[in-house]
């Protein structure tokens, strides 16, 4: 099979998931998609936007990253009230927490797994643990 363009790519995944591929959602997924798995911030993100010479507003960022956790392109890593990453890894993991950088960097589930709990609550299935590992230097 052919490699695709970094813009049919872009298109293609977009419409897999039943968004329109305007030119700002098509930029700004070949940012999030085109690298491999990475976190962003919205500001991150924009920044490299900005960086790659593409016009698009900080509020455009935000619900363009909202749009694409609601159709499953994106998972949300809530780091505290104040903090927010967005996952290009949609599988299940979980994620370490570098309070001195701000950086975040994925656990495999499997060293997690041992943790869900074994009796859960009648009527009830486990859907997803979210677990953020925060480290900070001992110095």
């Given at each position: 099979m052919a490699e695709l363009r970094p813009n049919t790519?872009?298109?293609e995944r977009l419409r897999a998931v039943g968004l329109r591929p305007t030119r700002q959602r098509m930029a700004l997924a070949r940012l999030l998609f085109g690298h491999g798995n990475m976190h962003v911030t919205a500001e991150?993100?924009?920044d490299s936007a900005q960086d790659a010479g593409i016009k698009v507003?900080?509020?455009?960022v935000y619900n363009t990253l909202h749009q694409f956790i609601a159709?499953?392109?994106l998972r949300q890593v809530i780091v505290d009230s104040s903090r927010c990453y967005f996952d290009t890894n949609v599988d299940e993991h979980h994620h370490f927490f570098f309070?001195?950088?701000g950086q975040l960097a994925d656990i495999p589930d499997e060293l997690i797994r041992s943790m869900a709990p074994a009796d859960l609550p009648p009527g009830t299935k486990l859907s997803r643990i979210d677990i953020?590992?925060?480290l900070r230097g001992t110095t």
């Open positions: 790519d872009a298109m991150t993100l924009y507003s900080l509020a455009t159709v499953g392109l309070e001195e950088t953020v590992v925060r």
